[in-house]
Nanobody
Framework: QIQLEGSGGDVVQPGGSLRLSCVSSTSTVDAWTVTWFRQAPGKEREGVACIQSGGKNVFYADSLKDRFTISRDDSKNAVYLQMNNLKPEDTGLYYC????????????????WGQGTQVTVSS
């Protein structure tokens, strides 16, 4: 059983940066691929980025790859999402999930969902 906790969300102005964390307090995550998702009010869930076990392979939503960076530190059981040059349309609830495959659109292989952290980009 893995319990994932998301944190780092905040209210920021457009152009600002945030680093989100997804941390497991109950078990190691090194064997798992982790995907970050987000959901804006009134919109469908969107896959943001994923990072495979070992960290060698990462994958991003095309529209976000120039501004977002996913990374992991397995010694801390943590996966991070660095978000730069934030825009109002990045507003939403961000949450992570531990899964088997690195993908953004299919959730059938997800083993554990994490708690979300709210990101609000507003002037």
């Amino acid at each position: 059983q893995i319990q994932l906790e998301g944190s780092g969300g905040d209210v920021v102005q457009p152009g600002g940066s945030l680093r989100l964390s997804c941390v497991s307090s109950t078990s190691t995550v090194d064997a798992w691929t982790v995907t970050w998702f987000r959901q804006a009010p009134g919109k469908e869930r969107e896959g943001v980025a994923c990072i495979q076990s070992g960290g060698k392979n990462v994958f991003y939503a095309d529209s976000l790859k120039d501004r977002f960076t996913i990374s992991r530190d397995d010694s801390k059981n943590a996966v991070y999402l660095q978000m730069n040059n934030l825009k109002p349309e990045d507003t939403g609830l961000y949450y992570c999930a531990a899964r088997l495959l690195c993908r953004l659109t299919d959730t059938s292989d997800i083993g554990f969902w994490g708690q979300g952290t709210q990101v609000t980009v507003s002037s």
